[in-house]
């Protein structure tokens, strides 16, 4: 594997790159694929945030929509989603974030709303498992996928607990 030729890559900046090829492959990962991985992650055009995302998704499925629907499934990402974790990455997204903002749904009355909320969230997630550059290696996105919707579901039932008591 080429690390760089020398006038743009120093010594010191090779040996570097050197030790953490050697660190990664310990851990078993595939340095070629890794790095054609990378490449594809810097192919998507829009970006990796949950608004890019979320926006592409809603481009490719509003055809198919009544104009009503359209309308509402926009205003909900607008209003409900994006202004609390519109500008994160999408991989970096934590359960809880999602949560948090479901429960200011849920504060201003509206908790159908906040159901529906959270399942244009899903349908989001899975747009973006599904299509694009991978951000988790494959063999590990159902785990990722499963671990998301357990820690949400388990956040949920803890809410719903408390709030019982």
Excluded at 57 to 72: C, D, G, I, L, N
């Amino acid at each position: 594997m080429a690390l760089g030729s020398y006038p743009d890559v120093g010594l010191k900046k090779a040996h570097e790159a050197r030790d953490a090829a050697k660190e990664q492959e310990t851990k078993g990962v595939d340095l070629v694929q890794a790095r054609k991985l990378e490449k594809l992650k810097n192919t998507r055009s829009t970006g990796d945030t949950f608004k890019a995302i979320a926006l592409e998704w809603y481009a490719k499925q509003s055809p198919q929509w009544s104009a009503s629907h359209a309308e509402r499934t926009l205003r909900q990402l607008e209003r409900d989603l994006f202004p609390w974790i519109g500008e994160r990455p999408i991989a970096e997204i934590h359960s809880m974030e999602l949560l948090k903002a479901l429960h200011k749904v849920e504060e201003r009355g509206a908790v159908e709303t906040a159901d529906r909320v959270r399942l244009v969230a899903g349908m989001v997630w899975e747009f973006e498992e599904a299509s694009g550059p991978p951000r988790i290696a494959a063999n590990q996105r159902g785990r990722h996928e499963l671990e998301i919707r357990t820690q949400l579901q388990l956040a949920i039932n803890t809410v719903s607990m408390e709030e019982w008591v």
